[in-house]
């Protein structure tokens, strides 16, 4: 079986992150969305709060579990028992940024393999912090997030 880990922080996820989702879980036999813990990222939402955002979005994928992680990601695709990481890609600049990370990652332990999706065009621009933003100046991201996920962003931004 091949089973794949797609970590990020997630805050929030978007229509973006469900693309990805949804593809990875037709390459992959089992996928595990990872929330990461980011000390050094200020997040809107707790590590719970986006684990549950996550898991009412995936539900009818059988095959995608939610899960969290703190520290390395290569200590997580341990305790996963699996070395495959799943990212998506939107820009150039994603590119070169998302290769370092997997060149570094395969540097620490040499069996870990990175599966690049492109993103679909339509969400090529997404950007959780800019979704962030637009709403903190009451901006609508109807087209970018769930329609759930705008309003938690809107109680959380908009006081």
Do not use: W
């Not at 929030?12 to 813990?37: C, E, M, N, W, Y």
């Not at 059988?62 to 695709?77: K, Q, R, T």
């Not at 950007?127 to 959380?156: C, H, M, W």
């Amino acid at each position: 079986m091949k089973n794949a880990i797609y970590p990020g922080t997630f805050d929030p996820i978007t229509l973006g992150h469900l693309d990805v989702i949804k593809r990875g879980s037709q390459i992959f036999d089992s996928l595990t969305v990872a929330v990461g813990h980011n000390p050094l990222k200020k997040s809107v939402f707790t590590v719970e709060e986006r684990m549950d955002m996550i898991s009412r979005h995936v539900k009818d994928c059988p095959n995608v579990d939610v899960g969290s992680f703190e520290g390395m990601l290569i200590d997580y695709l341990r305790s996963k028992n699996t070395t495959i990481i799943l990212r998506g890609i939107r820009t150039m600049s994603d590119f070169e940024n998302e290769f370092q990370r997997a060149l570094t990652n395969r540097a620490l332990q040499k069996d870990v393999e990175t599966v690049f999706v492109m993103t679909s065009q339509e969400y090529s621009f997404l950007n959780s912090s800019l979704i962030k933003e637009a709403v903190y100046l009451g901006g609508s991201v109807k087209n970018f997030v769930t329609p759930d996920i705008e309003k938690r962003l809107k109680q959380k931004l908009q006081k």
